[in-house]
């Protein structure tokens, strides 16, 4: 009987989640949150020490080769240094055991500083000051981290079972053999999306908004698709897009880009935005892609002051 040698085994890369970001935007939320999907969870750990862990091996009952280790770490890890650990995740991206992710979890200081009132503890840099002090000292000193994070929450809306379903939602439990591709449409006029990779403007066709029969409808509805689709620039402007996804997503695949998420907007997010993003989903399905699709305006009323000027 012919038997793999032992050296001859390949493991699948670990999955490493990096959560950071502002105290009290919920970090402890999103660990738990991971940790009740499978993921082994560490909160409050050294990130000069990840390659010391990552050598140990995995605990009892956790399957060789499906590890996902979720690490939090803020201003109050001890030698935290965000330089340091920028450096220390480079090490790990470079090479092909692990798929890294970092996750920045912002919320505005008005709701932070709400947030430390409401429960009365002080926060972390600012034991003997007003928590406002505390919370721009620690903006500044993450900077670098958001800058550089793959993905970026803003929990200042959210409530913790919010924040929880939303990181169910974004991360799905599964072990990630490629990149997770989220396609997504919104309302320029209702506010850019927090994070996304790339952002595609469909304001230049023809808006259903001002047509009867049209306005009370949405992208997903058979009319309003035809009434888009035969606006003469789409089908160049779909084909350049699609070519150009399909020409980017193996490469962010080949860089280990755990997560890729693609946006189009336009004025109110009902109509142009859903329908492209509904069409370039299931190009890039017929390409052998999985992507999901989220439409964050599709069912916002409809508001004639929103379309008036941008179109």
């Not at 409401?118 to 007003?130: I, M, N, Q, V």
């Not at 789409?234 to 962010?252: G, T």
Request: aromatic share 8%.
């Amino acid at each position: 009987m012919d038997q793999t040698a032992p050296s001859e085994i390949t493991r699948p890369p670990v999955q490493i989640m990096l959560i950071t970001g502002m105290s009290g935007a919920g970090k402890t939320t999103a660990l738990k949150t991971l940790e009740d999907m499978g993921w082994e969870m560490i909160d409050n750990f050294p990130i000069r020490l990840l390659e010391r862990l990552l050598a140990t091996p995995s605990g009892a009952g956790q399957e060789a080769g499906s590890d996902r280790i979720a690490i939090g770490f803020d201003t109050r890890t001890r030698g935290f240094n965000p330089a340091s650990v920028i450096k220390s995740i480079k090490k790990l991206i470079d090479g092909d055991n692990y798929i890294v992710t970092t996750l920045f979890l912002d919320c505005t200081d008005h709701e932070l500083e709400r947030r430390y009132n409401e429960t009365r503890r002080p926060h972390p840099l600012a034991l003997d000051r007003p928590a406002i002090s505390g919370i721009q000292e620690e903006r500044e000193l993450l900077a670098p981290l958001k800058r550089w994070a793959d993905q970026i929450i803003d929990t200042s809306s959210l409530n913790a079972n919010a924040l929880s379903n939303h990181m169910r939602e974004r991360f799905p439990n599964e072990v990630i053999s490629g990149s997770v591709i989220t396609i997504s449409s919104f309302g320029f006029a209702r506010g850019m999306p927090p994070v996304a990779d790339l952002v595609f403007d469909m304001r230049f066709l023809n808006n259903p908004h001002w047509i009867e029969g049209l306005r009370e409808q949405t992208g997903q509805d058979a009319p309003v698709g035809d009434y888009i689709s035969q606006d003469p620039h789409f089908a160049e402007a779909y084909d350049r897009i699609l070519d150009l996804l399909l020409m980017l997503l193996p490469r962010y695949v080949a860089q280990g880009k755990a997560y890729v998420h693609i946006a189009f907007g336009c004025t109110g997010g009902r109509h142009r935005s859903v329908y492209t993003a509904e069409r370039i989903a299931k190009g890039l399905h017929e390409a052998g892609f999985s992507p999901s699709v989220a439409h964050r305006n599709l069912t916002s009323r409809p508001i004639d002051a929103l379309e008036k000027n941008t179109g």
